[in-house]
């Protein structure tokens, strides 16, 4: 069962002060990205190596009972051209 939240409770909640000013910014960003998704090219990644990229995220994480799918792939794309990551690293020999 997948919860559900009342349409535009997170953007009520970004104007209170219940929230970090960093929070603020990194969920302001997530809401403007889903209500207006563009489709720019892959940078990272080749047009091939994103397309394998999407069938491993749609095989892992199916969102068939979603009405607009998250772009999980483009997010990946994006946080790797950016290096923005979630502070782990591989380290490689």
Not at 10 to 33: E, N, Q, W
Not at 54 to 78: E, F
Request: aromatic share 6%; charged share 25%.
């Amino acid at each position: 069962m997948n919860p559900t939240y009342p349409k535009g409770i997170t953007s009520r909640l970004l104007v209170t002060d219940l929230v970090t000013s960093k929070t603020r910014k990194v969920l302001g960003a997530r809401i403007a990205a889903y209500e207006h998704p563009g489709a720019p090219e892959p940078d990272p990644f080749t047009s091939e190596e994103f397309r394998a990229l999407q069938a491993v995220c749609a095989r892992l994480i199916p969102q068939s009972d979603h009405d607009r799918p998250i772009d999980l792939a483009g997010a990946i794309d994006q946080r790797l051209a950016a290096s923005k990551t979630n502070g782990w690293r591989v380290v490689l020999p």
